[in-house]
């Protein structure tokens, strides 16, 4: 496995699901706080709470501009993001510093689910295994969301190294292109 798994793209390996494979620097329960606890989750993903147990309230405030400290001018296609988006989950699984498992987008009527697994590596590294499932088969959408994870992913892996991040939507774009080829 290695350090090749730092950069690479997510798999699809059946349909309306992708997953990711990343090594974190640990130890596995800062992993677990940057995952659960608002003010961390918002440095890489969206500020909300995570309700610390099963049929809890997960909230997702996005605000992608305060992913970074670039100014990242936002792609018109997502302009209706540009003031933040809330949206809510519940938490389907809650074992600290193992796995995490919510609903992504209820409001929408398309739930999906989200899964993390920290699994515990040798020099205080964690292998975070990222699962999101019940997609569905648009392709514009398996796009955005397998760049949007790679993009969160990238600037979590920023954040615990105590990197700067580039800013989001420029990185977004680009990998978006790379989707493209990978979903086409």
């Known amino acids: ?29 800062r992993i677990w706080d940057y995952l659960t606890k608002s003010e961390l989750k918002a440095k890489w993903l969206s500020a ?14 996005f605000r992608h501009s305060e992913l970074s400290d670039t100014d990242d001018p936002i792609p018109e296609k997502y302009k209706h993001m540009q003031d933040g988006t809330y949206f809510e989950g519940r938490v389907t699984a809650w074992e600290p510093y193992r796995l995490l498992r919510y609903t992504w987008g209820e409001e929408t009527g398309e739930v999906s689910e989200v899964t993390y697994e920290l699994i515990p590596r040798e020099n205080n590294k964690v292998l975070l295994v990222l699962t999101h499932v019940r997609l569905g088969d648009d392709p514009s959408i398996l796009i955005s969301v397998g760049a949007g994870w790679h993009t969160h992913l990238g600037i979590l892996i920023n ?8 800013g989001f939507w420029s990185v977004h774009n680009r990998l978006e292109k790379e989707y493209e080829q990978i979903i086409d």
């Open 1 to 29: 496995m290695g350090n090749c798994i730092l950069n690479n793209h997510g798999i699809f390996p059946e349909p309306g699901t992708v997953r990711f494979e990343r090594i974190l620097p640990g130890p596995v329960e």
């Open 159 to 166: 954040r615990l190294k105590g990197v700067s991040p580039e």
């Open 48 to 61: 909300g709470d995570v309700a610390p147990q099963v049929g809890g309230k997960v909230e997702f405030r």
